[in-house]
């Protein structure tokens, strides 16, 4: 595969899944988020579609962040965009689904050992992204298959309700900028995506 499209992959998905999976005052997201305080972050990044991407991460570097990552990951209320694949994908809209266990004996199947904190489900949409960066600079041959089957199939369900949170400025941003990312990947790889139904 072309070594600098898996070097973006590489990048963008670290990048990205720092920022959806860590709190953003960790060491992993501070390293993220300095990527997005540079002025010139979208010329990096490459063609930005969408200028509100630019100005909703803009407006929401200005705010706590903090407070954003609570009420969309952590709760206590209803998450509006919980961000686990098997929410979507199982009838009982529940984690830890199929889809997860499907997901897991991938994993097993290739022999790629998962450290998630206290027992995250491994569907979650940041661990993904870092699993996608893993998968392109390790096991290329396997990212077809891991994006298609496991990942693209929910991801554009879980960003259409995220970028839907108007409270939320940052992530909105961010998630407009993961769609067309990987809206990107699945271009490049030229990855076939089937159908599923969703029960969120």
Do not use: C
Request: hydrophobic letters at 45%.
């Amino acid at each position: 595969m072309h070594s600098e499209l898996m070097q973006w992959i590489s990048t963008g998905g670290r990048i990205l899944g720092s920022l959806f999976y860590y709190e953003p005052t960790s060491a992993q997201a501070k390293s993220a988020l300095a990527f997005f305080q540079q002025p010139d972050w979208a010329l990096q990044w490459g063609n930005v579609e969408n200028p509100q991407t630019i100005t909703f991460i803009q407006q929401g570097l200005q705010q706590d962040l903090s407070a954003q990552y609570q009420a969309l990951f952590i709760g206590p209320n209803a998450l509006p965009a919980p961000p686990w694949g098997s929410v979507y994908l199982d009838p009982e809209a529940v984690i830890f689904g199929n889809s997860l266990l499907d997901l897991r004996d991938f994993l097993a199947r290739h022999q790629i050992a998962f450290s998630a904190s206290q027992q995250e489900p491994e569907d979650h949409f940041g661990l993904m992204l870092m699993l996608s960066a893993y998968l392109a600079e390790n096991k290329q041959e396997l990212l077809s298959e891991f994006l298609s089957r496991h990942f693209l199939i929910w991801s554009g369900r879980y960003l259409e309700l995220l970028t839907a949170q108007s409270d939320y400025p940052f992530y909105q941003g961010l998630g407009l900028l993961a769609r067309q990312t990987l809206r990107e990947w699945q271009e490049e790889l030229a990855l076939i995506v089937p159908k599923a139904q969703f029960y969120r």
